[in-house]
């Protein structure tokens, strides 16, 4: 079954720096790639997804790209802010049940 | 608004006792999800349904079934429960794709089951 990876499990960054978050997965025939945060005391919600029709997709200060070959995905976050805060998932799926990875624990420094 | 809502936001049981725990969703999804949530070891999909009556094992089935009698409502059972499923439990539901179109899953806000 699939299996994804994410890495690093815990990042800190200065506030207004840019945070990234890296995902590998095993299935090559999975086809979209979901991304969740769930803040603290709060249930995950989605902020981005790709497909794997697409190499890249961006939506204000966040975007995801997606390289297929190589089975790896990232979440790209800019000009990082203090509500960027929280634990971000990234996922894969093939069908209608997403394999979640284990979660980044994201810290913005004041 | 989807709105996904779970009967307990804490729930205290002692070893041995069957649980249940009740998920609803309001927005005629046909799938629904259970999910347990463990520190360093992210959301771990436990069982799902895609309609009625209808259920699939997903990673970590052991020591847990469902019940999926109404489309709206998707329940949890713990038949024996044990120190080892103090968790936290999320339930999820989203639109069945067609092929290749996949939908957002909306999570309800969690159960938090201790298990003494």
């Known amino acids: 079954g699939e299996n994804v990876e994410q890495h690093p499990s815990t990042l800190s960054v200065q506030e207004g720096d840019s945070a990234v978050i890296k995902c590998t997965y095993s299935d090559s025939a999975s086809n979209y790639f979901p991304w969740y945060k769930q803040e603290l005391g709060k249930r995950p919600q989605l902020i981005i997804d790709i497909r794997s029709n697409v190499g890249e997709k961006k939506d204000q200060r966040i975007a995801v790209t997606l390289n297929k070959t190589a089975k790896h995905f990232s979440l790209h976050i800019t000009e990082t802010q203090p509500e960027d805060s929280a634990v971000y998932f990234c996922a894969a799926s093939k069908d209608d049940k997403i394999i979640f990875g284990k979660g980044t624990r994201l810290h913005i420094l004041p | 608004d989807v709105k996904v809502t779970q009967s307990s936001r804490y729930l205290v049981k002692r070893t041995g006792e069957k649980v249940f725990l009740e998920c609803v969703q309001d927005m005629d999804h046909e799938n629904m999800f259970w999910y347990r949530q463990d520190p360093g070891l992210g959301l771990r999909l436990i069982y799902f349904?895609?309609?009625?009556?209808?259920?699939e094992k997903g990673d970590i089935p052991e020591g847990y079934s469902v019940s999926r009698e109404k489309k709206e409502r998707f329940s949890l059972i713990l038949e024996s429960a044990s120190t080892n499923q103090t968790s936290m439990y999320l339930c999820a539901s989203s639109f069945l794709g067609a092929w290749n179109i996949h939908n957002e899953q909306f999570f309800g806000p969690g159960t938090r089951l201790t298990v003494l």
């Open positions: 349904s895609y309609d009625v009556k209808m259920k």
